[in-house]
């Protein structure tokens, strides 16, 4: 395994390089790329973190939960929430901070607070090349030149390999409350997500376990708020069936195993949807899925199906996508004009092709 | 400031230009009378202008194409133009380019409430995508002031931001798919009503790219349910610093205003004499917006409140009444137009880390003495976008290009404290000399490799953003 100490020592190691480079952080979320491992596990430690100006600064292999435990210190944390890939994945090791921005990793108050990439305020990573670059900076409102720090937010180690991330971050809530609905198909729980997500009571997250029968609403902030849209959120979800109110680790506690997506976890092929809440319901019962689980008010569908399942002749065309998180998905490799302008990046940032990606999205 | 210079030949080609047009497009949609031209000779930057050879005012993604594929196939620049209100120069044209106007394209394409989306054609106006959802209880977050004129494919390319942007994000934060069509003619579907990219993150380098890497005729935009009520909270200090510090104590707090905007001497007193907004005479003014139902206006304010309050406030006036808020909210609403009454004026946009807010004030006015021009100061604290005007006269000579050195030394210096040329305007013209300020040689290479990637031929938008004798051999 790889594992250069310096970001200089990455450029010097990537410019000698001559045979596929497999980049991960702690491997705890990736379906591993062809060629020699190489980690920013030696790329670690906080260089700024300002909490009056909501900004944090972190080399690419800290470990994520370093970063949070920084965070929630000074009362703040990450607005993105990110998912711990391990209790769905069965994988071991360190989660990073870079490994969840190069999976551009979004938990359930995607809905509210924005995806990983939306928090991402700037970037230095080493090209294919072996060049130094950075793009953002620390400050949150930047539109200085072009945007590569969203272009890296999501690349999988397709573009290069990052060494540092800046993050706006936020104020962590005081208080939080869920309301909880039971026993609706999933197209009366996408149409109640879609009410309260409608609604101005500001919820921070929407999810649907058909499993266990629940629908989950959630809201966060100062404890008087909570409350109060707690209670607004009950009377408008009334119509759906009985609501019961979760409170502290009642309401902390499922959230954490939908952002890690538990209910799907098990022996099978692991996929992700994102589409339209919309069209959330027939998708699913289009999949013949073995578990579903829907978060963002129904735009985000995870679902286990038996291995090697053609989940993509099951879906047909939709509006959206599916991606293989773990599992081959047998995919064609795309030849519309978006995937002529991936390769076109690709190539300019990895004229050599060290950095092949898994082939995984459809 | 130079612009490229202008290749005879395809001054030559002008004839020849208009005709191809003229088959792709229906002959109104066609403009070149020299008379007519002048409407698109420049922008909001107005200090610069040049006509372009044509322009063309398209009404589907399908005549953009073939415009487009006309030019690529003649070698003429393109430069696209949505409602002409960049601060940076961004529509500016060049005398061998065709102006690529949006503004007929206007129609609102689905509402989704139960998606939380609106489709809309590009050169529909920023407010007129809230209008359009208003009465059913929704709004689309981005508010640049221009917000009542400038067309959501402008605000696409610059990735544009506005005053509620602490909260709910700045375009790119708030823009889930595309239409686009590339330089040669292609027409691309990036994204779309959901909530993250396929493959590469395409939009969110598309966002913020100036009209350099496609022309987006139709955009998905995610919509927001209003909240219940907003109420700010005016409060006055007698120093800068003690004002930044009250912002960084509310942020750190866990309040999270939906605005925090700052206001120095200078500019309250011009505005007071205007607006008579009965604003306090002190050093800096701070008016703090929050969201939700009366009862949780209370409580937020009331933290604030307590806030300020330790940092011994010259005034703390809390609105209790729509009017009130209005009072308050009037004389920073008309800070521009006051200080247009009584200088012309240079507004910049860079963005500095809010901790460094009291070196950043201490020099401009450092500057200000230094240039012997005027300087005030009204931004969005919470977020560290500075909105330094400075104020000079378009009719002495020389004073033009003193604004521009002082506005480049402002700029400078926003970069050496770790903050940016701009925050939500965009370089076009106006900043492109400074990039090597914030950028290496090697950083502003990665980003020309994208536009090469997009438009190998470098024909859109071509001089903007990087300076000239970087992008030289590129544009030859």
Redesign the interface.
Known sequence: MLTPGSEAELAELLRGANAPISVRGGGTRHRPSPGEALTTSGLTGITLYEPGALTLVARAGTPAAEVEAVLAAEGQRLPFEPMDHRPLLGTEGTPTIGGAVAMNVSGPRRVQAGACRDSLIGVRFVDGRGEVLKNGGRVMKNVTGYDLVKLMAGSRGTLGVMTEVSFKVLPAASSEATIELSGLDTAAAVKAMSAALGSPFDVSGAAHDPQAGRTLIRVEGLEGSVAYRADRLADLLGRFGDTRRLAGDASRDPWRRIRDAEAVAGAGDIWRISTRPSAAAALAAQAEAEATLFDWGGGLIWLRVPSGTDLKARLGAFDGHATAVRGDGAVAPRTDPVAALEAGLRAKFDPRGLFRPATETA | MEMPKVDPFTLAKKTDLIASLQDVLPDDAVIHDEAELRAYECDALTAYRCPPLAAVLPRSTEEVSAVLKTCHEMDIPVVPRGSGTSLAGGALPTADSVILGVARLTDVLEV??????IRVQTGRTNLSVTGEVEAD??FYAPDPSSQLACAIAGNIA??S?GAH?LKY??T??NLLGVRMV?MDG?I???G??????????????V???EGMLGVVTEATLRIL????GARPVLMGFDSNEVAGAC???I??????PVAIEFMDRPIIRITEDFAGAGYPDCEALLIVEVE??E??IE??LA?IEEIARRHDPVELRRSNSAEESQRIWLGRKSAFGATGRVADYMCLDG?????ELPRVLTGISRLSEKYGLRVGNVF?AG???MHPLIMFDANKPGDLELCEEMGAEILKLCVEV??????????GVE?RDL?DH???G???E??M??????DPKWLLNPAK??PLDVTADRRS
């Open positions: 989704d409430y139960d998606d939380r989306i209880g929704w610059m990735n931001g942007c994000g700045v790119t934060n590339l292609t691309v579907d990036l779309g009503g959901y909530m993250d990219a396929e493959g590469l993150d395409l939009l969110g380098v966002c913020g790219s349910p209003k909240p219940e912002v960084a104590d942020i750190k707090a866990g309040v999270l939700g139902s009862a949780e409580e937020q933290t963005t500095i880390p809010v901790s969005h977020d560290g976008n770790g903050g940016c040329l701009t925050g939500e305007h965009g370089v900043k990039m914030q950028f290496t090697p950083d502003m990665a980003q490799r994208v536009k090469d990637v997009f953003v990087f």
